[in-house]
């Protein structure tokens, strides 16, 4: 009975590891078609050609200069045909928006004493004890989520340009620490249309706004935007605008209807949203404008540090002691100073020593001069970070960066970093605020997407 049971439950297993996967596989194939726009071209080859035969045959003996003898040459011309068809693929640009997450902030939306406390951009605060969390005043009381925005081009108006539809994977619009006041939506619809005042990267975009949602909420939201970017992904945005909904299903349970309504103005950024015109998905990827030296999603590193202290691992291991993460990297050549300087920022950089050694960074300012030591493979690239936000700390360093695969890098550090850890919430490890400094060996890897200067747009 009990082999019976497991059989059972393993198939059950497979079979649910086999739709999860079919799941994946679809969910991959429907984004690739959302980021690229796939032509192909066929042509038919001909080939002609002839081949002419010219022979020369003599009689044998002796001939009479007075008999007139029939000529001895022979001549032969064949052609021939040859067809053949040519396929080539072209690969465009599909989107005029595709990102990954969006944050803002709002003022006056709400109950200051209640606020949310995403701060300045939607994303200053989120990680610290005095500003992060409700029930503390806060400045920002209104914040908005939105992940994996998209766009494309809506053909109104016979076909003019700057139309964009739209959708996102979710968003959420929040007046203030309050979850029934918050308007929460699955795939909602938005119309924009695109006033381009600087049609040169960076973007300057001004963007009337109309969109509505169907779940969970039903709302309404009508605005507009003011965006600045796209620099690797990199976006400012200034928010205008007024949002009412109501909640009507799933109601039950003691769960009454749900009604929310409130105006926003605001600041926000976005990362990993890249934004394009519609000239640019004219061209072919292998046209695609670059403006960035480096568009990082994720790098992690192991730390090892010289100054002691417990691991994070809780063993008496000597490697690791820590690590680093960095989502959302970007850095900018200084095409004043040759494009080999650099300066970049990270939405989020926490480097951990030990276990009660390091600190978080949003935004950090970073400054860097890369060296190629290989083409395409090989990079050496010194460093100099200042993080300020909700800790502050130094960090100096080198990257020495191989890029064996497309992607894909591998990463060793020796770095320095110095500074105070400031109100971060209490996570295991950074439970306290004091001050730290150490020196440490660090081996990692990223996705990245890295370029040459000769890659790149100047701007």
Not at 358 to 376: A, E, K, N, S, W
Not at 435 to 458: C, Q, R
Request: one cysteine or more; hydrophobic letters at 40%.
């Amino acid at each position: 009975m009990d082999k019976m049971i497991f059989i059972a439950l393993r198939n059950h297993c497979r079979a649910a590891t086999l739709r999860y996967a079919i799941f994946l596989i679809a969910i991959a194939a429907v984004l690739s078609g959302c980021v690229t726009r796939t032509e192909i071209e066929t042509y038919t080859i001909t080939t002609r050609d002839t081949t002419v035969t010219e022979k020369m045959h003599n009689a044998p003996g002796q001939r009479d200069n007075g008999v007139v003898y029939p000529t001895s040459r022979e001549y032969n011309e064949v052609g021939n045909v040859t067809d053949y068809d040519s396929i080539h693929l072209r690969r465009y640009p599909a989107f005029l928006r595709y990102g990954v997450v969006e944050f803002a902030s709002f003022i006056g939306t709400g109950n200051t004493a209640n606020g949310f406390g995403g701060g300045q951009f939607g994303v200053f605060g989120l990680f610290d004890t005095l500003m992060g969390w409700s029930g503390h005043a806060k400045t920002f009381p209104g914040e908005m989520f939105r992940l994996m925005p998209m766009e494309y081009r809506l053909r109104w108006f016979r076909d003019s340009p700057n139309w964009t539809i739209g959708t996102a994977f979710g968003e959420a619009w929040v007046p203030e620490a309050d979850f029934n006041k918050s308007i929460i939506g699955l795939f909602p619809l938005y119309i924009r249309k695109r006033f381009f005042l600087r049609e040169k990267i960076p973007y300057l975009i001004f963007e009337p706004t109309f969109g509505i949602g169907a779940l969970p909420w039903q709302y309404i939201n009508i605005g507009a935007t003011l965006d600045l970017g796209s620099l690797g992904g990199f976006n400012i945005r200034a928010y205008l605008g007024y949002i009412a909904g109501t909640r009507i299903f799933n109601v039950g349970n003691g769960d009454s209807a749900r009604t929310s309504a409130f105006p926003y103005v605001g600041l926000g950024l976005s990362v990993l949203d890249f934004v394009n015109t519609v000239e640019e998905t004219q061209q072919e990827w292998s046209q695609y404008k670059q403006s960035s030296l480096e568009v990082g999603i994720l790098n992690m590193t192991v730390l090892h540090s010289f100054s002691g202290g417990n691991s994070i691992l809780n063993t008496s291991l000597g490697f690791p002691t820590g690590l680093a993460f960095r989502f959302a990297t970007v850095t900018y050549p200084l095409w004043h100073f040759g494009g080999d300087l650099n300066v970049g920022t990270s939405l989020f950089n926490l480097v951990v020593l030990s276990q009660d050694v390091g600190g978080l960074g949003i935004l950090p300012l970073r400054v860097g001069y890369r060296m190629l030591l290989l083409p395409d493979e090989l990079t050496n690239e010194p460093f100099f970070e200042y993080n300020y936000y909700p800790s502050s700390f130094v960090h100096i360093g080198d990257k020495l960066t191989l890029a064996p695969l497309s992607r894909f890098t591998v990463n060793a550090f020796l770095g320095y970093v110095s500074g105070s850890r400031n109100g971060l919430v209490g996570n295991g490890w950074l439970t306290s605020a004091n001050a730290f400094s150490g020196v440490y060996f660090g081996i990692g890897i990223g996705y990245d997407a890295m370029f040459n200067l000769s890659d790149l747009t100047p701007w």
